[in-house]
DNA sequence: ATAATTAAAGACAAAATTACCCTTAATTAT
DNA sequence: ATAATTAAGGGTAATTTTGTCTTTAATTAT
């Protein structure tokens, strides 16, 4: 569905609005161990969703880290997607052409179009807060049974 | 959503269907035109579908080509997804998790599980013959402007 | 039989994605 | 001020996906 990246900026994004607040940020280590990703490829998504601060905040140095701010956590999970390019995701056809539209729709369109519209709604609807509050914080990504 | 194989093997699994028959195999160089894909990548994945003939089939020589039988035409959409191992695409959590599972569910799981159902529906519920006749026969993919 | 046509098969190349490492800059603690 | 810590940034490497090309095999038409 989504790509590696986009799957470890949703779940450090959770991650972080579970357990970061300003006075305790998070390492990058803490956050690749926590939710199972490459850390310097966590590095590199992690800066992407800090570019103007839009939906993380980091501090380098001593008790440094990544955090996010109360206010951060009402945005809409759909930022997320957004600071990694990928929000057009649910606009496109899903046979691939090269515009999903009602005039010329591709034979899936009219089947496709609710089940997509409820793919963008998870992703409005859901603030990062609410996807935090949704699991408990102790082993969050740890289903690797 | 699907990789670019995916979507090729859809396409032309669609427009084979609309278009072939036993007496009226379809070239390489047609299918890919008409379904706006890249010729030598095409053939590799019309292979996949034409494994075991399992979704199409071929002849090779003069006036040979790809069609579709009529018992194929009735197979669920899902077998093209099968025969480009894309077929556990809707087992996956949407957050990358190892294992999408009810007793670990990650934050996301109980909103998507009913999305998630439905793309399974949709290409459970769609025989190839179905999907083919959704759209007219002219120009199913052209749509481009 | 021979030549022409078409897909199958394999090797290879390009591009994109994923992942790693090293240096730099910022911040803090001493 | 100095040293330690942590993210930022840049370059590079590995892997996967996508795309190409050439040869081979099968089939048909002559
Ligand atoms: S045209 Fe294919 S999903 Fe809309
Ligand atoms: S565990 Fe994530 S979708 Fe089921």
Redesign the pocket.
């Known amino acids: 569905m989504?790509?590696?990246?986009?799957?470890?900026a949703l779940r450090a994004t959770i991650y972080i609005a579970q357990k970061s607040s300003i006075t305790n940020?998070?390492?990058?280590?803490?956050?690749a161990n926590a939710i199972d990703?490459?850390?310097?490829?966590?590095?590199?998504i992690?800066?992407l969703l800090?570019?103007d601060n839009c939906v993380i905040n980091?501090?380098?140095?001593?008790?440094?880290?990544?955090y996010i701010t109360d206010k951060a956590k009402q945005l809409q999970l759909r930022k997320v997607l957004e600071a990694l390019n990928e929000n057009d995701m649910f606009d496109k056809c899903i046979l691939g052409l090269k515009k999903c539209s009602e005039n010329k729709p591709c034979p899936m369109h009219f089947q496709y179009k609710p089940i997509k519209q409820q793919l963008i709604h998870l992703f409005h609807v859901n603030t990062i807060q609410q996807l935090a509050e949704k699991t408990d914080h102790r082993n969050l990504f740890n289903n690797d049974i």
């Open positions: 989504f790509s590696k990246a986009t799957e470890y940020k998070l390492s990058l280590a803490e956050i990703s490459p850390p310097s490829f966590t590095a590199k992690l800066q800090t570019k980091s501090v380098r140095g001593p008790n440094g880290g990544f």
